[in-house]
Structures are given as structure tokens and as C-alpha cells.
């Protein structure tokens, strides 16, 4: 089964994977960076619906997911489920939900299993107030989740799932970032990345109007994507040969 740097799983030993008038005007000044700020996060995530992505490893189509934005007041949430083809190990089946704070993209919750060879696994992650915890297959684990220092945000990421790079440029955008924590629920550990802010070769195919956020390390990937929609269009993670293109979308 394919494995981002992020994914990797604990083992068990029976084998299964687991502030006058300055002050108002300052004031005001601030509120309307906090609502542009909002405002370009709201644009940079793709809009409410369905999409289909093709994920490649080489010549070879290695798993096809499917991926549903949805918004609700203050919360957006992004279902996605995925099946890779493994012939190891037979199919897999990998299904996450994630939810974010519409505005701010900080996140709330993940929800995923990995259904392989008739086992399921089970990860959750829960975040609020600046700190959080994860749950593996029913058991509260007491590794903590807090943002690490110097970084300015925070995202989920896990395993080859799509929604792992999906909020990335509205994040990025939002923030100005140039360091993130990342939460893996399925190894559940937290490290950070940094961002890459040299321009990036754009790949033939993609639209005359995608632009890239990168990252430069811990893995060096690459994310294109329509800035007017937010539509995330190919993920290129070139040290594993991987490349996400989407396929179908509304």
C-alpha cells in the first residue's frame, strides 16, 4: 500500500496496522484583516461538492478517491474515501472525515479507518482550545497535541489521503505560514513542515491560471490549484513518484 512519509502505523505484535479614537481605528484596522483573512481562507478551499481524484505511481493508477466539501455555518467538513490497489496485500480501503473551523481552517476533528485483509482500523483526532488527543481503535492515547513551536498553524494529514493537502493553499494563504504542525492520526504523532517559498516548474497539463504551495521538508511535495476557486488540481510528491490528479469535479 502506498505510504506518505505521515502515514507510518503503529504495529501491534498480532501484525495489525494501528485595543480613543487610534484605538478604535486600530481596532478596526484589525477586524478588517481578520475578515479579509476569513475571506480569502472561504475562497481558497474548493466549493461545495464532489470530487474525483486518480492517484499514479509511475505508469501505474495505484488507488482512485473520491472526496465530498461540504460547509455548515462555522464548520466546513470533507469526507473522502479512497481505495487502493495493492496486489500484497489485496484491496484497501481507507474512508476519513475531517472537520475545520470554516474561518480560521484550524482544525476540529478526524475521523478515519483502514479497512486491509478483513481488519479495520479505527483513528480519531479531536483539537479545540489549542490543545488535542487522538484515539486509536477505541483507546485514548496520551501522546499530546499542541502546536509546536515556531509554527505558525496547524493541519491533519494522513496516510495517501487526498484531504491531506486540500487545505493547504487556504491555510497557507490564510496565515502566511512558513512552518506548519502536522497531526497524523494513524501514526498518531505530530512533527512540522516548512514551507517552500522558491516558484515551483509547473507541470504540462494543468490550467493556464494554477498556481503551487510547496513544501520543502520533511518530504518535498507540491500542491497546483486554481487561486480564483480553490481547486486543487495535481499533487506532485516527486521522491515518491506520486502524482494526485483530479479527474472529476462539479
Do not use: C
Not at 15 to 20: C, K, L, Q
Not at 75 to 104: F, K, M, P
Not at 140 to 165: C, E, N, W, Y
Amino acid at each position: 500500500m502506498t505510504q506518505l512519509w505521515m502515514s507510518a502505523p503503529k504495529t501491534t505484535p498480532e501484525g495489525e496496522t494501528h485595543v480613543s479614537t487610534r484605538i478604535f481605528v486600530s481596532a478596526a484596522a484589525g477586524f478588517a484583516a481578520i475578515a479579509a483573512a476569513a475571506a480569502t481562507a472561504q475562497a481558497a478551499l474548493p466549493p461545495d461538492g464532489t470530487y474525483d481524484y486518480s492517484l499514479r505511481q509511475g505508469d501505474s493508477v495505484i488507488a482512485t478517491s473520491t472526496v465530498t466539501v461540504r460547509r455548515s455555518g462555522s464548520v466546513t467538513s470533507i469526507r473522502e474515501t479512497q481505495t487502493v490497489n495493492q496486489t500484497a496485500v489485496g484491496t484497501v480501503q481507507l474512508t476519513a472525515d475531517l472537520t475545520v473551523i470554516a474561518d480560521s481552517l484550524t482544525p476540529l476533528s478526524f475521523d478515519g479507518s483502514t479497512m486491509s485483509s478483513g481488519k479495520t482500523q479505527e483513528v480519531k483526532f479531536a483539537y479545540s482550545g489549542g490543545s488535542g488527543y487522538f484515539i486509536q481503535n477505541g483507546e485514548r492515547l496520551s501522546v499530546p497535541v499542541k502546536m509546536i513551536f515556531g509554527t505558525q498553524a496547524m493541519i491533519v494529514q494522513d496516510q495517501s489521503l487526498v484531504l491531506s493537502f486540500l487545505t493547504l493553499p487556504a491555510v497557507l494563504q490564510a496565515t502566511k505560514a512558513n512552518s506548519l504542525t502536522v497531526a497524523v492520526p494513524t501514526a498518531s504523532r505530530i512533527f512540522a513542515i516548512t514551507v517552500d517559498p522558491a516558484p515551483q516548474n509547473k507541470p504540462s497539463g494543468l490550467p493556464a491560471a494554477d498556481v503551487a504551495v510547496a513544501i520543502a521538508s520533511p518530504i518535498a511535495y507540491s500542491v497546483w490549484f486554481d487561486p480564483n476557486t480553490g481547486v486543487v488540481d495535481e499533487i506532485d510528491v516527486p521522491s515518491q513518484s506520486l502524482v494526485i490528479s483530479l479527474t472529476k469535479h462539479p
